[in-house]
């Protein structure tokens, strides 16, 4: 009769899921309704293979009845835990406090860096093709440059016989004129390839992208808006489509208006246009201006098309030795190249937040064994009553999760605040050369990594000190007066969290020192011009008109003039580069020297400057002389270089003399040598520089630099001088549109403002683990002496001294301290190596900043020992002895 | 599960317990409707108290060589739950479930 029981058997299997509270009365229920069918069945003769099929089916169907059971399994539960855990926290607000606090710093501190990671690093543009897409740059290893711009020769060798990209789009950057308006004004903009648009995969907000043949000569000329030009110029007017406009003397139909977040190059540029080059051009080898972006087809990946690349620029090489000879070219992802900066500084930060992160996790887990010591005798009496040590465990966990979604809610708070002051922290004329800046902000991907984050949080910070607090052995628990048996792991373990503690964050304190000495290092450098006090304009002249260099050295030499002769005014001059760095750069040889082949042809920067220039900014004279009014454009050619450039390519010869010669041009005489200036990204005071005098090399937009007198409110001075500039500007030509004008404190600010915000947040981060760092060994401390206070009270009572009873406890303090010192020199030494990058003026292993973070460490801890350490002398030996 | 949206299957297992059907396997038999339906029913229903369940007398189980079965009633809430679905099921009224006639009286056991 075995085979009539199957569904006996299937009830006990099924009931197996079923929730243990309900599990025997649900056996019960199914066994006795089945049993009873059955024995009714058997007296009706009735028992046959069709009911008994009909009987394992119903049995089947228990399943189902089990598995609907499953939620109250979870609810009664996970209720009971939360209520019970909720309960716990209220009850203990002081430490709920403290640990939510702490938990919310390093949660939020998280959020904020990763809200700024998704925004700069992972996500920082939008277009649908973005995975597919590679920038393409030239690279002429032997002169030294890594990422150069594309020859249209090269552009059109990879259009015509690369197989892996589906399309090559190219652009280069042009500024432009808008007049025919209330206002003329100079704007920047692109020249693009027809196919520009489409390999971003970018939809204009209004109108139309340019199409396939709108870059071939003789088409009309057309013209696509930034959402910001439309709106700040034409008002938003949704009929702008078709109407054309001036720019730099010619009309262009304006086609389309871009969507607010495109800003693809990220360069300031309000305008795209297409690029019209010559059928000749796709001869030019020579002439590197074309930035190159390639869309590769669907199924081939980035390592297919930058070998594709490589190949086709070495076979470049072997057709063109005259102009390709050491160029070779390679393709890396779009993302990759324009988030290089970001990545560079973001991932320091990145580290620095998860040590933070890690140091509370470590302070709450000592919190949170600490209290398990004191709960000890509650959780033995659930144990001992039965409770399963994982169900303990569970509670406990629960109540750390809680703390950390807790904690959670708080960060995302602090994170809303931080994420708001990081935007702020650039200013606007910087941060619009940031891809992804604009969209810095707390968003779905925030909220999944805060929500995941509290949830690792909770388990980091709170499985160690469940697992210990189950430990304990009841027997000797229970007993009275016990202490528990656990007391020397337990202190064990907080002893090590707070060693880790302690060396977390002196790596995070070493990094930030590091950090700031190279800050420091770097407002301490002489930049090689003063920033004060000095307004800088600039003021590019129409294409079409100014056509001849005279013409150009007399407006902007009229305009110094008249500028000189404003009140206030100290020194005038012209340059085409605004400090610091700014310059572009030239290739040159050396007369008399062996020529360089042209693909390893030396670079320097490239400054066009009239004689106040150098007045005007303070760059000093360190050798011969300065340009003069004679050095026009009859006279001989000059130069001036920097030191850098002497030191590199004459060494000890004599500079003064030398002639340096460009293309085809006659050859410039060295005339003098001036100090060096620090480049745009102020890590480096030292790049060889060549000034021309403007007058032999008169550019068309050149800025005004104007030095206020000393004034006690110089840059209210300068702001005013700078609306007397544009009156004499307008005075002499009505039509001259300005584009920019700042002080050079602004640019330098610009500038400097990543390397401040950075070393600031690291600064920040620092201070929050020393202070978390600090707080957790003084709970280990004032702990331990609690705990002591037996033993104490016996060291006491057979004669020990306040001041023995003091030592005790510092020592152990300082045990702690200095093994976390020891293991913080070593991983510092270790993980500060990864910033010699970004650092300045400082090596990555400086003495100075190891020993005196060490020792700013020792003595805080130090002070965190001295309050449990006076306490443990006060206590009363007879009270001591007698709580036992 | 509030009172409005009793679904029709659930309906029908209350017009059956009205009917004197207190057995899951009695209502499966009476309603034709699966035990994957039946039972996860009767426990929401529990659970809203619309109906009650209890054990039947151990004697009667022992006598019978088997654990005690669970039967199930109707409260008043689940008779008005009832009343309710019958106004808006109109053939639920119609439907012919039979009365089951040798109904036992059971006691608490």
Known sequence: ?884 | MGKNYLSYSVAIILKALDNGYQYGFDIMDVTGLPSGTVYPALRRLEENGFVLSKWEKHTIAQQEARPPRKYYELTEEGRAALAEALSRYRLLEQTLLPVNENKPSRQEG
């Open chain 1, 1 to 884: 009769m075995r085979d009539t029981k199957i569904h006996l058997w299937l009830i006990r299997f099924i009931g197996l899921i079923v929730p243990q509270r309900l599990r025997a009365d649900w056996r019960q229920e199914w066994e006795a309704e089945l049993q009873y069918r059955e024995a009714t069945l058997a007296e009706w003769d009735k028992l046959n293979w069709q009911s008994k099929f009909d009987l394992w089916r119903r049995s089947l169907g228990a399943f189902w009845d089990a598995l609907l059971l499953q939620p109250r399994r979870l609810e009664e539960e996970m209720f009971q835990d939360l209520r019970f855990g909720a309960r716990m926290l209220l009850k203990h607000k002081a430490f709920t406090f403290i640990a939510v606090l702490t938990l919310a710093l390093g949660i939020g501190a998280n959020t904020t860096i990763f809200s700024a990671m998704e925004a700069l690093i992972l996500h920082p543009f939008s277009f649908p093709n973005q995975d597919r897409l590679v920038v393409i740059y030239e690279r002429m290893l032997g002169a030294g440059v890594e990422r150069a711009n594309v020859t249209p020769g090269a552009l059109h060798d990879w259009r015509q016989q690369s197989r892996s990209f589906e399309q090559f789009a190219s652009f280069n950057l042009d500024d432009f004129e808008l007049t025919g308006t209330d206002q003329p004004e100079h704007l920047r903009g692109c020249r693009v390839s027809a196919g520009f648009f489409g390999a971003l995969g970018a939809q204009p907000l209004l109108g139309r992208t340019f199409q396939p043949d709108e870059d071939t000569l003789g088409r009309e000329q057309v013209v696509v808006l930034k959402h910001s030009l439309w709106e700040r110029r034409f008002g938003s007017d949704p009929k702008i489509l078709g109407q054309t406009i001036r720019l730099s003397s010619q009309t262009y139909t304006v086609i389309g208006v871009m969507p607010r977040e495109f800003n693809f190059p990220f360069f300031g540029g309000e305008l795209w246009i297409p690029f019209v080059s010559f059928p000749a051009a796709v001869q030019d080898r020579e002439h590197r201006f074309l930035r190159v972006i390639g869309l590769l087809k669907p199924d081939v990946s980035r390592a297919q098309g930058d070998a594709e690349i490589r190949a086709l620029s070495l076979q470049a090489a072997q057709q063109h030795p005259a102009t390709n000879s050491g160029v070779d070219a390679f393709a890396i992802g779009l993302n990759e190249d324009y988030t290089r900066g970001a990545r560079m500084y973001l991932s320091f930060t990145l580290g620095a937040v998860a040590f933070v992160l890690l140091i509370a996790c470590a302070n709450v887990a000592n919190l949170l064994l600490a209290r398990g010591a004191v709960r000890q005798k509650e959780l033995a009496v659930r144990m001992a009553l039965g409770a399963h040590r994982w169900r303990v465990m569970r509670q406990l966990l629960t109540e750390s999760l809680l703390l950390a979604l807790a904690g959670g809610v708080l960060g995302l708070g602090f994170s809303v605040w931080g994420v708001t002051a990081l935007a702020n922290s650039i200013p606007q004329g910087f941060a619009r050369f940031i891809p992804g800046w604009e969209r810095l902000g707390i968003n779905v991907w925030a909220l999944g990594f805060t929500v995941l984050a509290s949830l690792v949080t909770g388990v980091l910070c709170g499985l160690l000190p469940a697992w210990q607090a189950t430990k304990a052995d009841l027997n000797e628990t229970l007993k009275e007066g016990s202490k528990g048996v656990t007391g020397g792991a337990r202190n064990r373990w907080r002893n090590s969290l707070v060693v880790a503690e302690v060396a977390l964050s002196l790596v995070l304190l070493v990094g930030a020192g590091l950090l700031i000495r190279s800050f420091i290092e770097i407002l301490n450098t002489d930049p090689g011009f003063n920033p004060d006090n000095t307004l800088a304009m600039t003021i590019a002249l129409p294409r079409d008109r100014y056509t001849q260099p005279e013409q150009r050295v007399n407006l902007f030499q009229e305009l110094a003039q008249r500028a000189a002769a404003l009140p206030g005014v100290a020194a005038v001059g012209l340059t085409d580069s605004v400090p610091p760095g700014g310059w572009g750069e030239v290739s040159f040889q050396i007369v008399g020297q062996p020529a360089f082949p042209k693909s390893e042809q030396p670079m320097a920067g490239a400054i066009t400057a009239t004689p106040g220039y150098f007045a005007a900014v303070r760059t000093p004279l360190r050798a011969g002389r300065l340009f003069t009014e004679q050095d026009d454009a009859r006279a001989t050619r000059v130069a001036l270089v920097n030191e850098a450039f002497a030191r590199r390519y004459f060494a000890d010869k004599p500079v003064i003399g030398q002639r340096l010669s460009f293309g085809d041009d006659p050859p410039n005489e060295i005339v003098g040598v001036v100090a060096n200036t620090i480049n745009s990204d102020l890590d480096n005071a030292a790049e060889p520089v060549i000034y021309h005098p403007f007058a032999q090399r008169a550019g068309r937009v050149m800025t005004l630099m104007v030095r206020g007198q000393p004034h006690p409110s110089a840059e209210e001075n300068v702001t005013q001088l700078a609306g007397a500039m544009r009156r004499e500007l307008a005075a002499l030509d009505a039509n001259l549109p300005i584009s920019e004008s700042k002080t050079l404190h602004e640019s330098y600010r610009e500038r400097s403002s990543p390397k401040r915000v950075i070393t600031g947040l690291l600064g920040i981060f620092a201070l929050l683990a020393l202070a978390m760092a600090t707080v957790g060994l003084y709970a280990v401390m004032s702990f331990a002496v609690a705990q002591r206070r037996h033993e104490i009270g016996v060291r006491m009572a057979l004669g020990a001294q306040s001041r023995d009873v003091f030592l005790i406890v510092v020592k152990h303090g300082l045990c702690l301290a200095g093994l976390g010192v020891i293991l913080g020199l070593i991983g510092a030494y270790a993980v500060t190596r990864l910033l010699s990058q970004i650092l300045y003026g400082v090596k990555a292993s400086d003495p100075l900043t190891f020993v005196t973070v060490a020792s700013l460490l020792l003595t805080v801890t130090l002070v965190a020992c001295i309050v449990p350490a006076r306490l443990a002398t006060k206590v009363d030996p007879l009270a001591a002895l007698r709580h036992k």
